[in-house]
């Protein structure tokens, strides 16, 4: 028998904790729900994902401020809290988790190098936790290490609460 994959295990702690989990995506253009949705009854968990690549639409959908991402730009730390906290209100979830980043292999500058990604993961009645990492590799390359990290941070926020 295979072992199960990272995103089973989520798919499964979720499930045993009668959780429910949501995304909203911008630079991984809804890898981390494609993921998620190759796993037979994940809609008992998975409600959903705002893939939000333009500022526009991570206002207008997740009610990103647009002081926010005139002040501190789409990828930072402030504007994936915002993410997260707007997903987990639009889908009404327990959880919810958020990426903003430059995969590349184009559009980084010196404040934000390619591969620089930013994560929100938002609970009910919790505090928002960000991250900002720097991934080193192709554009395929960060979009699948972020998702990967999305994957296994809910994993252990989740696993946490066992």
Do not use: W
Not at 29 to 43: D, H, K, Y
Not at 100 to 122: L, Q
């Amino acid at each position: 028998m295979t072992p199960p994959n990272q995103a089973e295990i989520l798919i499964d702690l979720l499930r045993n904790h009668n959780a429910t989990f949501c995304t909203a995506e911008s630079c991984t253009g809804g890898n981390i729900s494609a993921v998620l949705t190759r796993i037979p009854g994940c809609s008992d968990v998975f409600k959903g994902a705002a893939v939000t690549y333009c500022n526009e639409a991570k206002q207008n959908i997740l009610g990103v401020s647009p002081l926010t991402l005139e002040t501190y730009t789409a990828v930072s730390l402030e504007t994936v809290k915002e993410m997260a906290e707007g997903a987990l209100n639009l889908y009404n979830t327990d959880y919810a988790a958020s990426v903003s980043g430059c995969a590349g292999p184009g559009g980084g500058t010196p404040d934000i190098p390619v591969g620089t990604i930013c994560f929100g993961f938002a609970a009910k009645g919790k505090e928002t936790i960000v991250q900002k990492i720097i991934f080193k590799g192709s554009r395929i390359d960060n979009i699948n290490q972020a998702t990967a990290h999305v994957i296994d941070t809910m994993i252990n926020i989740i696993g946490s609460k066992a």
